[in-house]
Each structure stands twice: as structure tokens, then as C-alpha cells.
């Protein structure tokens, strides 16, 4: 244990209160010990909930998992404290790069650049306006509407928490994959059998009856996967009805994380024109029935959790 | 408005089986107006995050056509955590798994309607 870890632990046996489990969690991380750093990290913030600096280091502690969207979170959410936080702009910066999204990259860093000095986030902003241009050559048209590049940590070299402490160890423009597939999924289904596209919309028809019900599957960035929405006027919204949805998963996932309550087992919001649920599925997916406001809530749970077993079944033969 | 009315249905709600806390929370900055937590429970990151979710859940709902959210329910593994609310307020609850979420659901809708 080094002298930083052994003086801040005593310290916060000393005064639990006290916020010295900030630079505890990120010592731990950096000596390697990610578990320990999430746990002083996330016991840290039930103390302090509104410690942007805190959400700040449990996101680095995500981000050297690789579990981007959980550092995305916790980024977001130093922000919303502390919207000035030049490490949280860095690192969702970093993110939206690794994710393809070099616009959305280049104005975080673009944010941090205001704040903060550091030739490091320009030497970055410079690369990402190179990968930009060489996208934007490949293609044709402008990067947001491209297809991502895989989330490969073998095309980046440096870690996400290096960008955030603006050692920007950016990629050359030649590491950046441009691909034409669609985007992968990390452990999730991303291939189905030809002709597979017909079945996957109709995998919960049979549950439904006759009810005003519907059930999609969508994988961890609301893609669907299996399921189909069609709203009065014959129109497939299923794509737009999984993103706007998707994200509350995310949210339900975050509280859960600090209330101590365990893994979230399911959510249901109940609105002017629909009753909504949703439950965790296999492989980072996502389980989503939506029925008519009038139709007994007690029938919209049961239908969830038939549905779940028709996707954890559907998608182990693709997994 | 009269703070007694808030706290009657809290200690109402508390007095359930199972119930761990109960607040008022504002959604804007998810402060809780009122609470009744037991001993552990910490109420700042319970009413954080119950607006947050109920947040969330109020603007994806309305961006997939659904309208106005009137109650949200987050199951997990030992223990639910409920909201309704009307405007900026919400009633909160957090409970363990034993708790009789029908009847909460009952009389959080019911609260949530006398916030107007």
C-alpha cells in the first residue's frame, strides 16, 4: 500500500465525513485497484451526492474499466454540478470520440479548451478536426450522420483517464476505423441470420392477443433489435420510440448504483397515454412494453415477463 | 402552501410495511421539501435521484407522444423506489421488497392529485 493510500485511508477512518475519499478512490485506481477505488468511491457519494469532483473520479474508475457508459454518466452528471468541470468535459469528449461522434467530441474539448490551457486538449482538438476531415473525405458527407467506428480499445492508444488528466494521448487519424457496418455492440448480438428481420419484428407478436401492447428489444444504445412499433398510421417508430426510451434504463441503473438496493429488476412509468415497462435482458439489452393507458398495469408486468423469456431465448441462439 | 398537509400524508405513507422513507421532492433541483427517512437512509440521494428518474422519465415520455407521466415505479432486487408527483412536487418512497407497492401506488396517486 503506498504512503498516499495508507494517510488518506487513515484520514477517512479518522472523519468518514470527510471528502477525503475523493483523492483515496483515485489513488486506489491509479495504483490498479479499481474495485476498491468504485467502492470508497460510491460509499463516498452517498455521503456527498452533489460532489461533482467525486462523480468526476468514480467516472475515471468506469472509464479504465472500459465501461464507457457508465463514465459517460458519471461525467454527465459532474457536469450538471459543476458545468464548468474542465476533466468531465475532456473525458466525454474522449468518449464521443471513441464512439464516432468526432463533432460532438470536438465541442466538449472546445468547451475545456475556454477553461483551461492546457496545450494538450488543443494538440487534440487539432487531431480530431484531421480524423474529421479524413471521415468526411471517405464518406462524403459529414461524420454525425456516418457509420461509428467500433468501440476498440486496441485503435487508441492511452486511456480515457489519461485524456481526462489531458495527457491527450490521441489517436493519429489513420487509427480511426472507418467502417462500413453498423456500429458493434459490445457483447450483444449484432449479427442475425439473413432474413432473420422478419422473425425479429415479430418475435412478441404472439404474446400480444389482443390487447394494445407492443415489446421491443433494444440493445444498449437503443437500437432495436427484435419487436416492432407501429403507431395510427401504420408507421414503424420503433427506432424513435427505443432511443427516446432507452436512456430512462440508464437513469434507473445510475439510482440503483447508489441507494444500495441492488440491480434494478424493472421500471414503469405510467403516462396520460401509455403505460411503459421495461426490464434489464441479456447482454446489455433492454425489454420494453408499452400498452394503452387503460390496460390493467398488473397485465402489463405479467406480458414483460413473458416477453423476457421470448428474448432471453431469442437471443441466446444469436449470442 | 400549508406545510401540515405534506406531512400528513408522509407520516401516512411512512406507517406502511416495509416503507424505509418518504419525501417531498422538488423535480427541478431535486431538493426534498420534507422527509421521513429511518436511520440510514440518506434522504439528499434518494430525493436526487428519485427526480432525476422521474425527470427522465417525464421527458422521454413526452418525446415518444406518451404525455405526462403520473407515476413511476423502479423495481430491484431488495426494494422499490415510487414516485408521483404534479408540476415540480413529487411524493417519494423507498421501500424493501415486502412493501405492498399496489396499495402505495394507490395512495401516492391519490397525494400526487392533491398537490394541485
Known amino acids: 500500500m503506498s504512503e498516499e493510500i495508507r494517510r488518506l485511508s487513515d484520514v477517512l477512518v479518522r472523519d468518514p465525513a470527510s471528502r477525503a475519499f475523493v483523492p483515496l478512490a483515485d489513488a486506489l485506481r491509479r495504483a490498479g485497484d479499481l474495485a476498491t477505488a468504485e467502492r470508497i468511491a460510491v460509499r463516498g457519494l452517498e455521503r456527498h451526492p452533489y460532489d461533482a469532483d467525486a462523480h468526476d473520479t468514480l467516472a475515471r474508475i468506469h472509464a479504465d474499466r472500459g465501461d464507457l457508459d457508465r463514465a459517460a454518466d458519471e461525467w454527465s452528471m459532474a457536469l450538471r454540478l459543476d458545468p464548468r468541470l474542465t476533466s468531465a468535459q475532456k473525458g466525454l469528449g474522449f468518449i464521443d470520440y471513441r464512439r464516432g461522434m468526432l463533432e460532438s467530441a470536438e465541442r466538449w474539448l472546445g468547451a475545456a479548451a475556454e477553461h483551461d490551457d492546457d496545450p494538450s486538449i488543443a494538440r487534440a482538438l487539432a487531431t480530431i478536426s484531421r480524423a474529421r476531415a479524413t471521415v468526411n473525405g471517405a464518406n462524403g458527407h459529414r461524420d454525425e450522420g456516418a457509420p461509428r467506428p467500433p468501440v476498440d480499445t486496441d485503435t487508441v492508444t492511452g486511456s480515457v483517464t489519461d485524456v481526462a488528466a489531458v495527457n491527450v494521448a490521441a489517436p493519429s487519424p489513420v487509427a480511426i476505423p472507418v467502417v462500413a457496418s453498423p456500429p458493434a455492440v459490445p457483447d450483444a448480438p449484432s449479427v442475425a441470420p439473413v432474413g432473420a428481420g422478419a422473425q425479429a419484428r415479430q418475435l412478441f407478436a404472439p404474446l400480444m392477443g389482443n390487447e394494445a401492447l407492443t415489446a421491443l428489444l433494444l440493445d444498449s444504445d437503443g437500437l432495436v433489435l427484435a419487436g416492432a412499433y407501429v403507431d395510427g398510421d401504420g408507421r414503424d417508430i420503433a427506432e424513435e420510440v427505443g432511443a427516446e426510451l432507452a436512456g430512462v434504463s440508464d437513469e434507473a441503473a445510475r439510482s440503483m448504483r447508489h441507494l444500495g438496493l441492488g440491480a434494478w429488476t424493472s421500471l414503469q412509468v405510467e403516462a396520460d397515454a401509455a403505460i411503459v415497462a421495461m426490464t434489464p435482458a441479456p447482454h446489455g439489452a433492454l425489454l420494453l412494453v408499452a400498452a394503452a393507458r387503460e390496460t390493467p398495469v398488473g397485465l402489463v408486468r405479467v406480458i414483460l415477463g413473458r416477453a423476457l423469456a421470448v428474448a432471453r431465448e431469442w437471443l441466446a441462439r444469436f449470442a | 402552501m400549508n406545510a401540515a398537509p405534506w406531512l400528513a400524508t408522509l407520516t401516512a405513507l411512512s406507517r406502511h410495511r416495509g416503507v424505509l422513507g418518504t ?51 423502479l423495481d430491484a432486487e431488495r426494494g422499490h423506489v415510487l414516485a408521483a408527483g404534479r408540476d415540480d412536487l413529487l411524493f417519494v418512497v423507498i421501500s424493501e421488497s415486502r412493501a405492498n407497492t399496489g396499495l402505495l401506488r394507490v395512495e401516492l396517486i391519490r397525494a400526487a392529485a392533491g398537490l394541485a
Open chain 2, 23 to 73: 419525501l417531498l421532492v422538488s423535480e427541478r433541483d431535486g431538493l426534498a421539501v420534507e422527509s421521513m427517512v429511518q436511520i440510514g437512509v440518506n434522504a439528499e440521494t434518494v430525493a436526487a435521484l428519485a427526480a432525476s428518474l422521474h425527470r427522465k422519465a417525464r421527458l422521454a415520455s413526452a418525446a415518444a407522444g406518451y404525455g405526462g407521466v403520473h407515476f413511476v415505479r
